[in-house]
Structures are given as C-alpha cells and as structure tokens.
C-alpha cells in the first residue's frame, strides 16, 4: 500500500489505518478475542501499517493490538491514547494530569508490547488541565523515550496552537467524513499551517456511509449509536438520500460506497490518513482496496456539489458528550 507522511513529522504510515475500537468498545457485542488478534494481524499482513486503540476501550483491545503485531515490530506504526480515568462505580472522567499520565503510560506500554509509543493522542481536552502540562508531560515520556510522537484528538485549534508550542504536534485526530465536514472550516487549515497530519476517525460515518444501515437497522443494546441523534430511526431515514446519492457514484465507479468515501478523504490533503475500523475480514479489504480508487478532478467537483445539497439530520453526538469536543 501507499505511504503517506503525517504533516512535518517523520512518520510515515499506510494510506489507509486501521481503527480498533470497535473490535471490543462502542458497537455492540465485543469480538472474541482470538478472531480479533487474527483480523489486526490480517490488516498487516495487507500492508496495513498504522493501528489506532486507547486506554478507554478497556484493557483488551489493547492487548489484542499488543499480541497482533508483535510479529511486525519496526514495521509498523501503533497509536493509543491516554486523558480518561475510569473511577470504581464505572463512571468515565477526564484525567489529563502529568503525574495520572506517566501512570497509565505504563500500562500501555505493557499490554502493547512494546518499549516506546509511536504516537501518543490525549483523547479529550481536560479544561481542568493546561495544555501546556499535557503537552510537557508527554515531552517528559519522549525524553524517556518511552513516547515517539503527541498528538491530540477532538481538540480546538486554539488548543492546537498552544499545545504544539510546546511539544510539536504529529497528528490530530477527529471525526471526518463526507457527512461530517466541520474540521474543513477551521481544524484543517491549522493543521495545514502547522505541519501537522490529520487522522480522520469514523470516516464511514460510524458505518452509515457503507449502505448497510437503514431505518428499520436495530442495533445492539450496547451499540453507542443507540444514544447518537443521528442514529434515530427518523434521522436515518432522512439521511437514506446521502447513502443512495454515493451508491451511484460508487457504481459509475466501479467500486463500493465505503471506497468511494475514504477515496475521497484521501483526495482532500495527502497528509490525511483515515482510520476505518471493522470486525470483518471481508470489509478490511474493501476499505484497504479503497486507497487503488482513483478520483478525478471532475469526479471531485461533482461530489462536492452533489454534497453540498444534501442535509444531514441529527447531531453526530448527544449533548453530554458534544461538550468534550473542540474545547
């Protein structure tokens, strides 16, 4: 697969990552491990070389990270993510203090199997914590050499700007997608000024974008998208429009939606690198497959107007959880 260079860093990745969240948090019932192991271990087998996970997904999917690649150590580019606790009666808090991040540094560390973290997000902007002592928390971790590079994920350009002050930014991270647009305005063009690579999560739309969800699609009872307005049956239904719109370009194509999405978010800069995730071997082909499908200037232009006149309808998350992003 094609390389590509996150902004001014020296790291360079897959085209296409590979998101692990969903193998054990968010969508539904968790994959039985070993399947896990062997679905990462498959993406790199097929050139796959930059894997995303993080503390809040729950021990496992770090494990499961940590044992699938450890055959392709030096070969490959592991990602994780540090910022939340997670107290006694379950509940989730932000926690970005220095001395809470040295902590559970190790803990990742181990289960990744690893001696460095090659890339090293806070997952969401703690208000009650600088960003400047994030930021010089993690040069702390890189002198130790126990961190190669920072990033920060769902985090405001402000945010951006003081951080990478500090300690250089590699990546930023957030949710992009041809239904969720909003980094273009300011994130993007930051990201642009500074050097600094974009790592787009959700690129299909936490699923929606790959015409196998509709109205009547239930979901599991532990499926996060059950809490998510743009996931109400009415909501999915008004958004059928966006799905029908890309299954025709995807045939003129030759290729499926889901290509055609992530196709078209490596059109946008070529320091982008989207990270789909998925549970099954079959559909990590065919996101992998999208990074042969070539967009022309004209094919571009008339997605982005077809785009431009179609609405999305619902928020992308519930209230409680829109406040922790782009503080």
């Known amino acids: ?123 969401r902007v703690d208000p009650d914590v600088p960003i400047e002592d994030v930021a010089g928390a993690v040069t702390d971790l890189i002198r130790e050499g126990k961190v190669r590079h920072f990033g920060l994920s769902e985090a405001g350009v402000a945010t951006i700007r003081r951080a990478h002050a500090v300690q250089p930014v590699t990546a930023v991270q957030s949710e992009y997608s041809l239904w969720w647009r909003e980094p273009e305005a300011e994130v993007l063009p930051a990201c642009e000024e500074l050097g600094i690579g974009f790592v787009p999560f959700s690129p299909l739309g936490r699923g929606f974008l790959t015409g196998t969800i509709d109205g009547t699609t239930t979901f599991a009872s532990n499926d996060f998208r059950n809490i998510v307005p743009r996931f109400t049956p009415e909501n999915r239904t008004a958004n059928q429009a966006l799905v029908d719109w890309l299954a025709r370009v995807a045939a003129e194509k030759r290729a499926t939606p889901a290509q055609i999405a992530l196709a078209w978010l490596l059109s946008r800069k070529p320091w982008i690198v989207p990270i789909p995730g998925t549970t099954k071997l079959h559909r990590l082909e065919e996101n992998i497959g999208a990074a042969d499908v070539e967009l022309t200037r004209a094919d571009l232009q008339a997605i982005d107007d077809a785009a431009a006149h179609i609405t999305v309808h619902g928020a992308r998350y519930p209230e409680h959880l829109q406040k922790r992003v782009g503080r």
């Open 1 to 123: 697969m094609q390389k590509r260079r996150l902004g001014n860093s020296r790291l360079d990745v897959s085209a296409i990552g590979y998101g692990a969240m969903g193998l054990s948090h968010g969508y539904g019932p968790a994959t039985d491990t070993r399947q896990a192991i062997a679905l990462v271990r498959a993406a790199a087998e097929r050139g796959v070389t930059f894997f995303d996970t993080a503390q809040i997904y729950g021990a496992i999917n770090e494990e499961i990270v940590g044992e699938a690649l450890e055959p392709f150590r030096g070969q490959v580019v592991i990602a994780t993510k540090f910022g939340f606790e997670v107290r006694a009666d379950g509940q989730q808090i932000l926690n970005s203090r220095p001395d809470y991040i040295k902590q559970v540094t190790e803990g990742s560390l181990k289960r990744l199997r690893v001696d460095a973290i090659d890339l090293y997000y806070q997952h």
